[in-house]
């Protein structure tokens, strides 16, 4: 069993709706989570971080973290065609380093 | 200022040879890491450096892979007998000590035929 699943997609949606994109995982000790967004043939930039469990917002993006059911989302609101891109989730127990990536799930926001 | 730059950003090799991926992290980055992606596949984690500190090979899939950083500056992946698995684009990231934030380079895409 992987230590972080993602679901791949694709994911296409219209211009406007509401993403929700998802990731598993197995290590109860992760207590850093991360989504970092990935254009084509770009390196990855972190998008959220979060610390724990809980929510954080910033701007249209949400990301949730409920560590009992070792479950992550994020949301987008008002997805945009600028929004299409890859993206990764990614948690550590320890901070920056030993970062375990999810295979990362594309979307298409349609115009 | 400049982000993490990486060189070439496309190796096309034959199978069998060697060859040697470059990095350049952010100025005053202590930490490098490089990762490997296959198509379809998320960041598999290879190598950490941190300052002066023996680094974390673990992520190494076989001995052809080894990499070298000179201080707190370039690094670089060397790739021996390159196999047609090692086909992927191949990451760098940098960050300060204690910052959780990656800056990942643009990426090498190596394609051994």
């Known amino acids: 069993q992987k230590e972080v699943e993602q679901d791949p997609g694709p994911l296409s949606v219209p211009e406007g709706a509401i993403v929700s994109l998802n990731c598993t995982y197995s290590?109860?000790?992760?207590?850093?989570f991360m989504w970092y967004r990935q254009y084509s043939r770009k390196g990855p930039e972190l998008l959220m971080y979060?610390?724990?469990?809980g929510n954080k917002e910033d701007g249209r993006f949400t990301a949730q973290v409920d560590k009992s059911s070792k479950y992550i989302s994020l949301f987008i609101r008002d997805s945009q065609p600028s929004d299409s891109a890859t993206y990764l989730c990614?948690?550590?127990?320890?901070?920056?380093?030993?970062?375990?990536f999810g295979t990362g799930t594309r979307l298409t926001v349609i115009p | 200022g400049a982000g993490v730059s990486q060189s070439p950003s496309n190796k096309v090799t034959e199978k069998g040879k060697d060859v040697e991926l470059r990095c350049d992290p952010i100025s005053g980055h202590t930490a490098l890491y490089w990762y490997r992606q296959r198509l379809g596949q998320g960041l598999e984690f290879l190598i950490y450096f941190q300052g002066n500190s023996a680094p974390d090979k673990s992520g190494l899939p076989s001995d052809r892979f080894s990499a070298e950083r000179t201080g707190e500056s370039v690094s670089t992946l060397t790739i021996q007998r390159t196999q047609q698995e090692d086909s992927a684009v191949y990451l760098c990231?940098?960050?300060?000590?204690?910052?959780?934030?990656?800056?990942f380079g643009p990426g090498t895409r190596l394609t051994v035929t």
């Open positions: 990614a948690m550590s127990k320890t901070g920056a380093n030993n970062l375990f």
């Open positions: 979060t610390y724990s469990s």
């Open positions: 290590n109860s000790a992760f207590q850093y």
């Open positions: 990231a940098s960050n300060q000590r204690d910052s959780y934030e990656q800056y």
